[in-house]
């Protein structure tokens, strides 16, 4: 079972950075793919950024070039850095991580409780 908790959202002006965090805890042999997710008030779940075990990145057509996922393995955190922020970013932003057993199986798919990123114009 894995336990994600998110931190680092908040308040920013336009053009400014944020640095989101997800640290995972509990009791698992190892986390596959980790990423992060948006959802806006009334549109649906959108897909930021995935990186896998091994360091492959996959990012957004519309955050690409300005966010940056990253992962530590050893302290099983995944970070977003977000910069150039503009309103368009403001959303709930959620951690996502999946684990895996000893063969190398997707076993469960885990999402945080989510951190707040306003934008201001």
């Known amino acids: 079972q894995v336990q994600l908790v998110e931190s680092g959202g908040g308040l920013v002006q336009a053009g400014g950075s944020l640095r989101l965090s997800c640290a995972a805890s509990g009791n698992f042999f190892r986390l596959l793919d980790m990423g992060w997710y948006r959802q806006a008030p009334g549109k649906q779940r959108e897909q930021v950024a995935v990186i896998t075990n091994d360091g492959l990145t996959y990012v957004a057509d519309s955050v690409r070039g300005r966010f940056t996922i990253s992962r530590d393995n050893a302290k099983n955190t995944v970070a977003l850095q977000m910069n150039r922020l503009g309103p368009e970013d403001t959303s709930v932003y959620y951690c996502?991580?999946?684990?895996?057993?000893?063969?190398?199986?997707?076993?469960?798919?885990?999402w945080g409780q989510g951190t707040q990123v306003t934008v201001s114009a």
């Open positions: 996502n991580a999946e684990e895996s057993d000893y063969a190398g199986d997707m076993i469960g798919d885990y």
